[in-house]
């Protein structure tokens, strides 16, 4: 068995005996490729054996494919970059493949048309090379970018092709038309493939340049830009089209030839500057796009010297990607060029779209998605036409109009006296409305000269500012930036950054305008500090040299101080809206706890001599605990606070301090005793949360909801700080807001005072009153609340016992039988006032003056005015009462509403509203007076 098997071995060696073919893997559209007639071409696109192993062996007829880990498959036309796992860059690979053809073929001459793409190429037939570029000597021609037409005669039914493709752009057998066809020496397909590739690239190469140096020509007389653009991107753009030309692939390696195609590319930069014209420039975009973009064309252009395929690979990635980043740009650009009706951006924004269009193709060709034809190079050739159409269109217009403007000037030269006069006048006219402007404008503007000077022209607004009208020819540093809190060193920098600026380049400008401040205070000769702001901006001539530089100044005084202020406001809401969230009695054992740990904190610390581990630890915990406690209650500002205490004593008991400092830690709890005592003051003051259990809920007398204090909160943090009235207004709302903390309205403050009255009516046998309140706006402060509840119990008991009639003496008086008492509350200056009024029977004088009589308060030949006669009710023990009742007839009841008041700082008087009726009474109200503090307007 052995010495057969080896005889076989021999025979295969030395060609005697048959190979036996591997069996063709799963998939493979090339192991079997079946040609039944050639009066169609017959498509060779699919998957086809591969290898990267580089050994003449592969062109062998018996070369073994069976190994899987060396012969793969992969799409032709298409890429080989993932063909194997390790993912590795190689120049080298190999395309293999089996025909079958129908018998009747045999002895015909046939074409196969490989496209490789500037690759070298080598075809082997049966293992006999039929084909090679560059230096073949079987065709007329080298083909570059056109298929390559190998020719051969079929000479049995089963014949083997194989194709070596060496090129960097791992993209061997590169696009359609991939296919087999019968060969005739004057087919048209060829033929145009050829020109189409060939003749016609190179033509449109030469034009493309000729023009380029003509727009360069153009440029150099007239110094304007777009045809510079043009000149450049003609002349960049010509090794993409010239590189691939034949004659040139048989003076230079197809390699280098490559790499200078794909450096052309770099002309997207120029396209990209082109269409900027058509809407607005990007400098910075331009800068380093343009810089980074031009930095890989000529890493790629140094491949001709040091190849490098790993990192073309990379490189030519990161091209494409700019490449489309640049037509996307140039897509917007020509759109709003189209929009605004822009002469030349319509052709451009369509060719710019087969552009595109060809380029999408070109890479899901390139990426193995589609099998098509490359179709850059057309959308290219497209595009440059448009372009040089533009920009020559754009040349002969101003050649027209160049010779329209000598007529003009001809006639014109007829009347320039006429023309210089009105000229002149209408700069005059505009000179007038520049310095009215500048007179007028609420902002300071003044622009500065070679020397830092201030020149003469300057905004009116700026005296203000500066608060003097000696501005003009002097020192900017002296002007504006003396008495500032900048430094010595950042004036001496502005100083030098100034000076290098104006008279330069405007590039100076763009390096050095970081170092021109935008912010600083500056003293006034009176002491006072006001925040200025400035904006600097270059003027520059026609040669881009700063001639000028301009500053804006704003006096941002009261806006810092607005934002100062609703910081604070900010920072007391935040609190005010933590305390809401706790209730009272959790609140007040909270602040209670956590006082007793800082005092003993603080007793600890002042006692002890040094630090011991029994002492560290037991700061730490107790301020721990405190810290605890205010995350859980949700206490934030205290919480960062407490921390910052706690942490001193964390960093002592891990032993990352070891120095006891105990003036800084005696400092920390200072501060944390003083965050305390404003959450203190706030929930007792502001809130009226003073006491367990007093009030219960805050909720229940706040005019203020939780949910209002958050959304102004949240309006103050995102209130526009550059806005002063915008600010205003915030402060303004928040102002209002926490006004009204701690206040509640008055009918809410009576209303268990008016709800008691019924039961009361009802005990004197009368009808319960209707009880108007009328609060025009005004809330009063809780800590009133006692004194009103105290004084309406009297007055309205007063009213319904002396006042109101029962229903019966009403009605016979043609009154309705419900009696009414009406409350007005006002602010009158600096006073809160309180009119009280019922529809009863007025104030009955006569008995009162008789009371007074029989009691001794005042002499019977006394005459009182009915004014000092109403006094008498508020001298103590007082009453009218014929018998003494649960309700009245004590002699307390206006004794004890006039000492509330005065206790308060405050009055009450009788007004009367009438002349006296026929029973002797008169109507009257009670006016009270309580300090304006006790209340606000809504």
């Not at 190979?19 to 799963?26: L, M, Q, T």
């Not at 752009?169 to 087999?180: D, H, N």
């Not at 000229?423 to 520049?434: E, G, W």
């Not at 910081?567 to 009695?585: A, D, N």
């Amino acid at each position: 068995m052995r010495l057969l098997s080896l005889i076989v071995t021999l025979a295969l060696l030395l060609g005697l005996a048959p190979a036996r073919a591997a069996d063709a893997p799963a998939g493979c559209d090339s192991c079997a490729i079946k040609v039944d007639s050639l009066a169609q071409p017959t498509r060779l696109v699919g998957k086809w054996l591969f290898t990267r192993e580089d050994s003449p062996a592969n062109a062998a007829v018996t070369v073994d494919t069976s190994d899987t880990t060396k012969w793969r498959l992969v799409k032709a036309p298409g890429p080989w970059k993932h063909a194997y796992d390790d993912k590795k860059n190689f120049t080298v690979g190999w395309y293999r493949g089996a025909f079958d053809f129908a018998p009747g073929l045999v002895g015909q001459e046939v074409v196969v048309m490989v496209n490789a793409y500037m690759g070298r190429t080598k075809v082997w037939i049966d293992g006999q090379e039929v084909y090679e570029r560059p230096l073949d000597a079987n065709v007329q021609r080298y083909y570059s970018i056109q298929p390559i037409p190998v020719r051969f005669k079929i000479t049995q039914p089963h014949e083997t092709i194989a194709i070596r493709v060496d090129t960097p752009l791992m993209t061997g057998i590169y696009m359609l038309p991939f296919e087999l066809r019968k060969y005739d020496a004057h087919d048209g397909t060829l033929v145009f493939y050829q020109v189409w590739g060939g003749e016609l690239r190179l033509v449109i190469g030469f034009v493309v340049a000729f023009f380029g140096l003509f727009f360069l020509l153009v440029y150099s007389k007239t110094r304007y830009a777009l045809y510079l653009t043009a000149a450049l991107a003609s002349l960049v753009i010509f090794p993409f089209f010239a590189a691939p030309a034949d004659f040139l692939l048989g003076l230079f390696e197809p390699e280098k030839l490559t790499y200078i195609h794909y450096f052309g590319l770099y002309s997207g930069f120029f396209f990209y500057l082109f269409t900027q014209f058509f809407h607005k420039f990007t400098p910075r975009v331009n800068k380093i796009g343009g810089g980074l973009m031009g930095v890989l064309a000529l890493v790629i252009l140094s491949m001709t010297v040091h190849p490098n395929i790993d990192l073309f690979q990379h490189v030519r990635s990161i091209y494409f990607v700019l490449m489309l980043a640049f037509g996307l740009g140039c897509v917007w650009q020509l759109w709003n060029g189209v929009r605004a009706g822009k002469p030349g951006a319509r052709v451009l924004f369509v060719t710019l779209l087969i552009f595109l269009a060809s380029g999408i193709n070109d890479m899901l060709l390139a990426l193995g998605e589609i099998a098509t034809i490359s179709m850059i190079f057309t959308g290219l050739a497209a595009f440059v036409a448009a372009v040089l159409y533009v920009a020559s269109n754009s040349f002969a217009n101003t050649f027209v109009e160049n010779k329209r403007l000598v007529t003009e000037l001809t006639g014109m030269n007829e009347n320039l006296e006429a023309i210089v006069a009105e000229r002149t006048l209408a700069l005059r006219q505009k000179t007038a409305d520049i310095q009215s402007m500048l007179q007028n404008m609420p902002q300071g503007v003044l622009t500065i000269v070679a020397g830092n000077r201030i020149h003469p022209e300057y905004s009116a607004y700026l005296e203000t500012i500066f608060e003097t009208t000696s501005i003009a020819d002097r020192d900017v540093m002296q002007l504006v930036f003396s008495n500032t809190n900048l430094g010595a060193d950042t004036l001496s920098t502005i100083e030098v950054s100034i000076a290098s600026c104006i008279g330069e380049d405007a590039m100076n400008y763009e390096f050095n305008s970081h170092l021109l401040v935008a912010e600083f205070e500056a003293r006034m000769p009176d002491g006072r500090l006001k925040a200025l702001e400035l904006s600097w901006s270059p003027i520059v001539n026609e040669s881009d040299v700063v001639e000028k530089l301009m500053v804006c100044v704003r006096d941002v005084t009261e806006l810092k101080r607005l934002a100062n202020e609703a910081s604070t406001q900010r920072r007391e809401l935040e609190m005010i809206g933590e305390i809401l969230s706790v209730s009272q009695e959790k609140f007040q054992d909270f602040m209670q706890t956590s006082m007793a740990f800082v005092d003993e904190n603080r007793a600890l610390t002042e006692q002890a001599s040094g630090p011991t581990a029994e002492l560290i630890t037991q700061l730490f915990r107790n301020m721990h605990t405190v810290k605890g406690n205010a995350r859980t209650y949700g206490l934030g500002n205290l919480t960062n606070t407490v921390h910052e205490a706690e942490q001193a004593y964390d960093d002592l008991r891990k032993g990352q301090s070891t120095e006891w400092e105990p003036e800084t830690l005696l400092e920390q709890l200072d501060a944390v005793r003083s965050l305390l005592d404003e959450y203190a003051k706030i929930n007792d003051t502001k809130l009226g949360r003073k006491g367990p259990g007093r009030r219960g809920n805050v909720e229940k007398f706040l005019m203020v909801e939780k949910a209002q204090v958050t959304q102004t909160l949240q309006a103050m943090q995102g209130v526009d700080t550059n806005n002063i009235d915008a600010m205003r207004a915030a402060l303004l709302e928040t102002q209002k807001l926490l006004r009204r903390i701690g206040t509640e309205r008055v009918q809410d403050v009576l209303a268990p005072v008016a709800e008691s009255l019924p039961s009361l009516a009802k005990e004197l046998g009368k009808e319960p009153p209707v009880v108007a309140i009328h609060d025009n706006g005004v809330l009063v402060r809780t800590q009133i609340s006692g004194l009103l509840k105290n004084l309406s119990t009297h007055l309205f008991r007063n009213a319904i016992d002396h006042g109101i009639e029962s229903p019966a003496v009403r009605l016979a008086a043609g009154k309705q039988a419900v009696g009414r008492i009406d409350l007005d509350v006002t602010i009158v200056g600096d006073e809160l006032t309180l009119v009280m009024r019922d529809d009863g029977q007025g104030m009955a004088m006569a008995r009162i003056r008789q009371i007074a009589t029989e009691r001794g308060l005042v002499e019977p030949s006394t005459r009182l005015s009915d004014e000092e006669t109403a006094q008498l009710i508020f001298l103590p023990g007082f009453s009218t009462a014929e018998v003494v009742t649960e309700v009245s007839g004590r002699g307390v009841g206006m004794d004890a509403v006039k000492g509330f008041l005065e206790r308060e700082g405050g009055h009450v008087n009788v007004r009367f509203l009438g002349v006296q009726a026929a029973n002797g009474n008169r109507p009257f109200e009670l006016v009270i007076g309580l300090p304006a503090a006790f209340a606000i307007a809504a």
